[in-house]
């Protein structure tokens, strides 16, 4: 198994052999797990759904009612405390008629998904690929690099990236050295963005030790077929890594994109909860709390969030669409 | 894909874990009950504090209550203004709204409005006698001729200026009844005696407060009694234009210095970082200010007037902070003995009053506090007792969400985006759709 899931049309018949081994016990997945319990029969499905009940529960109840409920409010004006009125599909016309507001927080939000995105991916593919050699405590180098993710959506790295990038903060102290006077990153419009660019880019880890996994498992014998055909460093990176490796960077791309149209953290710490200066960074997420919890339109707030919804499904649609003539299965 | 995705999964399971930790580290962040004992009553008190000092004195006055009754066990959940309104909103609208929590004017007049919070005029004058209270911070708690909060202090709006940048530049500080061309000229000259990167005052054409000042000056007001507003687009124009000639002149901060003082924390205001020398504010916020400065910090009266014009006091107190009761809760009569201590008894006083930088509204604690107070609490009580000699009506309460789009228009102007009438009209769209 371990060589499955690359390059399966260059093997030797044997190799091929090997795999066919698994789709010729029909009906059954290649999970160890599941094998295990399809071994012992149904009654040990009816365990492990015993044993989801827990989730279960907490999915229908947590997450599914209030979702339907959220649709349900949408279309209605619910001002919090008082019982939701229906109002049709008024909200959502609103939304894309009379509300100059909404199409700023699109704008932003799109800016923000199309810029981080890619930058966050190439940033961690990169880092991936300098760690994968063997260096010397490279565990040591991946935990660090790592580090960044795990602080994540925090406040406090938010209120950390403000200091960084006020305006005596530490960006400027290192441009001051060099004899440029730097702007006020955060409290400009025109750079308040991509601050917040800069600190998605920087917690780049998550994707990062996806792309170190792999690489991993890219069999070192491509590089060395490949390597005595004459390929250079930079063909055998083109034409191996890249092509085995798109599977990874389609799912880190679909992960990346998801969380990119949901951020919120950030923004919301580094412009002191008002999506500012001058709305540029004011996210849809932002934008969608202020109209619920500061401005009581709770049902104008339901309707932004299924719109949410929306857009990053035929985001992710697209995404997937776009898959068949880039991403390439080893069993393909 | 095999073992591929291992790795991923072991990642996810680590980022489980994670977020595991931090929802454990958060949960027990919150504080436990305060002196626990058996058949309690158990009240949650919220609310918002202006500063570091008034939270401590905050939850020293709530614990001293618990240990004289050990049958009540109170937990305390306090933090600054912004994230008290977010939370409150959440919390009521789950019909979870805390027993005890803080008002202001603002969140009274939205809560009561929606049914949140209690009526108290039966708790008054037995057992809370609000008789000697400052008549603003009544009438400004009372909505239809309803009693929704216990005045917590006594509070005006302000300038608040810092003395050394006066005396270091030989600029007279003004009369406090001065005019709006008085504080221009003041911003101005304060800016070019102090050079580049220095401005005389910090922005204030965002607070409706402010302008709620300015309004009156024209014989108007911002917000009305009936929820609307008291002004036209004129009026408006004029106030963002002046605050835009401050911008042009050096006098106030262009848009990208002023949004470095976004958000409610002090340490960032311009008077602070050693940018501005005025800061418009109310007065509750000036002894965290002083807290953070060597500067000894002055206040001033907001202009009454314009040149040429009849100068009238339209200062008012009221109340910035007042204890409300849940109308859901069934301890009703505890948190108004709560509140009692608090206010009344002389031990609760003496924590809850002393160095928390609030000025109590009523006649007896602001005598001694002027007894007990620090040089800087008796300096806010100095210009309380000014304000109370002459106080015009208090502020109506504000609509959610529209304080905020006056914030947005002021800034849309200050960074060049929308002209001031423009910004002006926009205002009016908006806000009418809001009110609507």
Same mark, same amino acid.
């Given at each position: 198994?371990?060589?499955?899931?690359?390059?399966?049309?260059?093997?030797?018949? /044997?190799?091929?052999?090997?795999?066919?081994?698994?789709?010729?016990?029909?009906?059954?997945?290649?999970?160890?797990?599941? !094998?295990?319990?399809?071994?012992?029969?149904?009654?040990?499905?009816?365990?492990?759904?015993?044993?989801?009940?827990?989730?279960?529960?907490?999915?229908? #109840?947590?997450?599914?009612?209030?979702?339907?409920?959220?649709?349900?409010?949408?279309?209605?004006?619910?001002?919090?405390?008082?019982?939701?009125?229906?109002?049709?599909?008024?909200?959502?016309?609103?939304?894309?008629?009379?509300?100059?507001?909404?199409?700023?927080?699109?704008?932003?939000?799109?800016?923000?998904?199309?810029?981080?995105?890619?930058?966050?991916?190439?940033?961690?593919?990169?880092?991936?690929?300098? #760690?994968?050699?063997?260096?010397?405590?490279?565990?040591?180098?991946?935990?660090?690099?790592? #580090?960044?993710?795990?602080?994540?959506?925090?406040?406090?790295?938010?209120?950390?990236?403000?200091?960084?990038?006020?305006?005596?903060?530490?960006?400027?102290?290192?441009?001051?050295?060099?004899?440029?006077?730097?702007?006020?990153?955060?409290?400009?419009?025109?750079?308040?963005?991509?601050?917040?660019?800069?600190?998605?880019?920087?917690?780049?880890?998550?994707?990062?030790? *996806?792309?170190?996994?792999?690489?991993?498992?890219?069999?070192?014998?491509?590089?060395?077929?490949?390597?005595?055909?004459?390929?250079?460093?930079?063909?055998?990176?083109?034409?191996?890594?890249?092509?085995?490796?798109?599977?990874?960077?389609?799912?880190?791309?679909?992960?990346?994109?998801?969380?990119?149209?949901?951020?919120?953290?950030?923004?919301?710490?580094?412009?002191?909860?008002? @999506?500012?200066?001058?709305? $540029?960074?004011?996210?849809?997420?932002?934008?969608?709390?202020?109209?619920?919890?500061?401005?009581?339109?709770?049902?104008?707030?339901?309707?932004?969030?299924?719109?949410?919804?929306?857009?990053?499904?035929?985001?992710?649609?697209?995404?997937?669409?776009?898959?068949?003539?880039?991403?390439?299965?080893?069993?393909? | 894909?095999?073992?591929?995705?291992?790795?991923?999964?072991?990642?996810?399971?680590?980022?489980?874990?994670?977020?595991?930790?931090?929802?454990?580290?958060?949960?027990?962040?919150?504080?436990?009950?305060?002196?626990?004992?058996? &058949?309690?009553?158990?009240?949650?008190?919220?609310?918002?504090?202006?500063?570091?000092?008034?939270? !401590?004195?905050?939850?020293?006055?709530? /614990?001293?209550?618990?240990?004289?009754?050990?049958?009540?066990?109170? $937990?305390?959940?306090?933090?600054?203004?912004?994230?008290?309104?977010?939370?409150?909103?959440?919390?009521?609208?789950?019909?979870?709204?805390?027993?005890?929590?803080?008002?202001?004017?603002?969140?009274?007049?939205?809560?009561?409005?929606?049914?949140?919070? !209690?009526?108290?005029?039966?708790?008054?004058?037995?057992?809370?006698?609000?008789?000697?209270?400052?008549?603003?911070?009544?009438?400004?708690?009372?909505?239809?001729?309803?009693?929704?909060?216990?005045?917590?202090?006594?509070?005006?709006?302000?300038?608040?200026?810092?003395?050394?940048?006066?005396?270091?530049?030989?600029?007279?500080?003004?009369?406090?009844?001065?005019?709006?061309?008085?504080?221009?000229?003041?911003?101005?000259?304060?800016?070019? /005696?102090?050079?580049?990167?220095?401005?005389?005052?910090?922005?204030?054409?965002?607070?409706?407060?402010?302008?709620?000042?300015?309004?009156?000056?024209?014989?108007?007001?911002?917000?009305?009694?009936?929820?609307?507003?008291?002004?036209?687009?004129?009026?408006?124009?004029?106030?963002?234009?002046?605050?835009?000639?401050?911008?042009?002149?050096?006098?106030?901060?262009?848009? &990208?210095?002023?949004?470095?003082?976004?958000?409610?924390?002090? $340490?960032?205001?311009? *008077?602070?970082?050693?940018?501005?020398?005025?800061?418009?504010?109310?007065?509750?916020?000036?002894?965290?200010?002083?807290?953070?400065?060597?500067?000894?910090?002055?206040?001033?009266?907001?202009?009454?007037?314009?040149?040429?014009?009849?100068?009238?006091?339209?200062?008012?107190?009221?109340?910035?902070?007042?204890?409300?009761?849940?109308?859901?809760?069934?301890?009703?009569?505890?948190?108004?003995?709560?509140?009692?201590?608090?206010?009344?008894?002389?031990?609760?006083?003496?924590?809850?009053?002393?160095?928390?930088?609030?000025?109590?509204?009523?006649?007896?604690?602001?005598?001694?506090?002027?007894?007990?107070?620090?040089?800087?609490?008796?300096?806010?009580?100095?210009?309380?007792?000014?304000?109370?000699?002459?106080?015009?009506?208090?502020?109506?309460?504000?609509?959610? @969400?529209?304080?905020?789009?006056?914030?947005?228009?002021?800034?849309?102007?200050?960074?060049?985006?929308?002209?001031?009438?423009?910004?002006?009209?926009?205002?009016?769209?908006?806000?009418?759709?809001?009110?609507?």
């Amino acid at each position: 198994m371990s060589r499955a899931g690359v390059g399966v049309e260059d093997r030797p018949p /044997a190799v091929q052999g090997e795999r066919a081994l698994v789709p010729s016990h029909p009906g059954r997945e290649a999970s160890r797990v599941q !094998r295990f319990f399809a071994r012992r029969g149904v009654q040990q499905n009816l365990a492990a759904y015993v044993f989801l009940i827990p989730w279960l529960a907490g999915f229908f #109840l947590l997450t599914l009612g209030p979702m339907l409920a959220s649709l349900y409010l949408s279309f209605t004006d619910f001002e919090l405390f008082t019982p939701p009125e229906w109002r049709g599909l008024d909200n959502y016309v609103r939304m894309f008629t009379d509300d100059r507001r909404y199409f700023r927080a699109l704008r932003v939000t799109f800016t923000y998904v199309v810029v981080s995105v890619p930058l966050k991916l190439l940033f961690a593919l990169a880092l991936a690929l300098l #760690l994968n050699r063997g260096l010397r405590g490279v565990g040591l180098y991946r935990s660090v690099y790592y #580090l960044p993710s795990l602080l994540g959506g925090s406040v406090a790295v938010a209120i950390m990236w403000r200091q960084v990038f006020n305006r005596d903060g530490l960006v400027n102290q290192v441009l001051n050295v060099v004899g440029i006077e730097g702007p006020s990153w955060i409290s400009d419009p025109a750079y308040a963005l991509y601050t917040l660019v800069a600190l998605a880019v920087w917690q780049f880890g998550a994707p990062m030790v *996806i792309f170190l996994a792999g690489l991993k498992q890219i069999p070192q014998d491509l590089y060395d077929a490949a390597a005595v055909d004459g390929a250079g460093k930079l063909s055998r990176f083109a034409r191996i890594t890249v092509p085995l490796l798109t599977p990874i960077i389609f799912f880190n791309l679909l992960m990346q994109m998801i969380g990119a149209y949901q951020a919120f953290t950030s923004a919301f710490v580094v412009s002191g909860g008002t @999506g500012g200066p001058a709305d $540029s960074t004011l996210f849809y997420t932002m934008y969608l709390y202020e109209e619920g919890f500061t401005n009581f339109e709770m049902g104008y707030a339901s309707a932004m969030a299924w719109v949410l919804l929306a857009i990053i499904a035929t985001s992710s649609a697209v995404a997937f669409l776009s898959a068949k003539y880039w991403v390439h299965y080893g069993d393909s | 894909m095999g073992t591929k995705f291992t790795r991923r999964r072991m990642v996810q399971a680590g980022g489980a874990g994670a977020a595991g930790v931090y929802l454990v580290g958060f949960s027990s962040r919150r504080r436990r009950p305060v002196g626990a004992a058996q &058949d309690n009553v158990e009240i949650r008190a919220a609310g918002f504090v202006e500063s570091q000092e008034q939270l !401590r004195q905050t939850i020293d006055v709530l /614990a001293a209550y618990t240990e004289k009754n050990p049958a009540v066990a109170i $937990s305390p959940e306090f933090t600054d203004y912004d994230s008290y309104v977010d939370k409150l909103a959440t919390e009521a609208a789950g019909g979870n709204a805390p027993d005890m929590m803080s008002a202001n004017a603002d969140i009274m007049g939205e809560y009561s409005r929606r049914g949140v919070l !209690r009526p108290l005029d039966e708790f008054v004058p037995d057992p809370i006698d609000l008789a000697d209270y400052a008549q603003g911070t009544i009438t400004g708690n009372t909505i239809d001729g309803q009693l929704f909060g216990i005045p917590n202090d006594c509070i005006a709006p302000s300038l608040i200026y810092d003395t050394t940048i006066f005396e270091q530049t030989g600029i007279p500080v003004p009369d406090q009844m001065w005019t709006w061309e008085q504080y221009a000229k003041t911003a101005n000259d304060i800016a070019a /005696a102090m050079g580049p990167d220095f401005y005389g005052t910090e922005d204030g054409g965002f607070s409706y407060i402010q302008c709620d000042m300015f309004l009156r000056g024209r014989g108007k007001e911002f917000y009305t009694a009936d929820r609307g507003l008291g002004f036209t687009v004129e009026d408006l124009t004029e106030w963002f234009a002046f605050w835009q000639g401050l911008r042009e002149s050096g006098g106030a901060p262009p848009g &990208d210095v002023q949004a470095l003082a976004s958000g409610d924390d002090l $340490s960032r205001t311009g *008077i602070i970082a050693g940018r501005a020398a005025i800061l418009p504010q109310l007065t509750d916020t000036y002894v965290g200010l002083q807290s953070l400065t060597e500067n000894p910090l002055g206040i001033h009266l907001v202009p009454n007037g314009f040149d040429g014009g009849e100068l009238t006091q339209h200062h008012y107190t009221y109340a910035g902070n007042s204890s409300s009761v849940s109308a859901q809760t069934d301890h009703a009569d505890t948190v108004i003995d709560v509140i009692r201590f608090m206010h009344a008894d002389p031990e609760g006083i003496a924590i809850f009053y002393r160095g928390s930088g609030l000025v109590p509204a009523s006649a007896t604690g602001r005598a001694e506090l002027r007894e007990a107070g620090s040089p800087g609490e008796i300096r806010v009580l100095d210009y309380i007792d000014m304000v109370l000699e002459e106080s015009a009506a208090p502020r109506n309460p504000a609509i959610a @969400g529209v304080s905020a789009i006056l914030r947005r228009m002021n800034e849309e102007v200050s960074f060049d985006r929308l002209s001031v009438e423009e910004a002006a009209q926009q205002f009016f769209d908006e806000a009418e759709a809001r009110i609507s």
